[in-house]
């Protein structure tokens, strides 16, 4: 596509819930990442998925956060049994190689826990 | 521990003013530095990228430094316009890969 797209833009669940936040890079990007935005605050890395190769998992902050990438393109950010400090805004963003290339962020799934 | 301190505080300008914002790091070896705008409720744009040994660049009405001594980057809009403002955030990454860490950010507010 265009842009990196990413579903849903909004998402209300209860506490202990199991949320799946999606994210569909830009064709062709063999990077993927993800990061997390609390309110006011910076992005904070999460996951990072390169080609073929094992995923960067050193910002996942539990156990509770897991992610996928299928087919080396659409990707799936899992957040089980969520938690109140859980609410955020969770970004992805692809990007073309290692190269230093910038990166295009979707506009993000804001999390809220209630 | 390493940082990266962008000033929290919101830069105001007058309209056709340069706005400088300015990125200092520690405990950084950074290969590249790059910079993105930021508007409400929307994801990061990437607006430039200066590698380790470039001094200087320049797009259109921006310009970025990069001084590896001083360990900071500066961050150039000239002849600023109101459309100009957002949040905006540098980020660095090191050799080990290309994953980006992130300051803060400044809000730089340009008045009409």
């Known amino acids: 596509g265009a842009g990196v797209s990413q579903s849903p833009s909004n998402k209300v669940t209860e506490k202990g819930k199991d949320v799946e936040l999606r994210c569909d890079p830009i064709?062709?990007?063999?990077?993927l990442y993800w990061y997390r935005q609390s309110l006011g605050q910076g992005l904070e890395f999460l996951i990072y998925?390169?080609?073929?190769?094992?995923?960067?998992k050193s910002g996942l902050p539990s156990d509770r956060f897991s992610a996928e990438r299928t087919g080396g393109s659409v990707s799936t950010l899992t957040i089980q049994r969520t938690q109140q400090e859980d609410s955020a805004v969770y970004l992805c963003?692809?990007?073309?190689?290692?190269?230093?290339?910038?990166?295009?962020f979707g506009s993000g799934t804001r999390l809220t826990v209630v | 521990s390493q940082k990266i301190e962008q000033n929290s505080e919101a830069l105001n300008i007058q309209e056709g003013k340069t706005a400088t914002l300015t990125c200092n790091y520690t405990?950084?070896?950074?290969?590249?530095l790059q910079w993105y705008r930021q508007d409400p409720g929307r994801g990061p744009v990437f607006l430039l990228l200066?590698?380790?040994?470039?001094k200087e660049k320049r797009k259109e009405r921006l310009k970025v430094t990069f001084d590896t001594t001083l360990k900071q980057s500066l961050f150039h809009i000239t002849a600023s316009q109101p459309a100009d403002s957002a949040t905006y955030l540098c980020?660095?990454?090191?050799?080990?890969?290309?994953?980006?860490?992130f300051g803060g950010g400044t809000r730089l507010m340009v008045k009409p």
């Open positions: 963003a692809s990007s073309l190689d290692r190269a230093g290339n910038g990166y295009t």
């Open positions: 064709s062709g990007h063999t990077a």
């Open positions: 998925f390169q080609g073929n190769s094992a995923p960067d």
């Open positions: 405990n950084y070896s950074p290969a590249y």
């Open positions: 200066i590698r380790e040994n470039e």
């Open positions: 980020a660095l990454a090191t050799n080990a890969g290309n994953m980006l860490t």
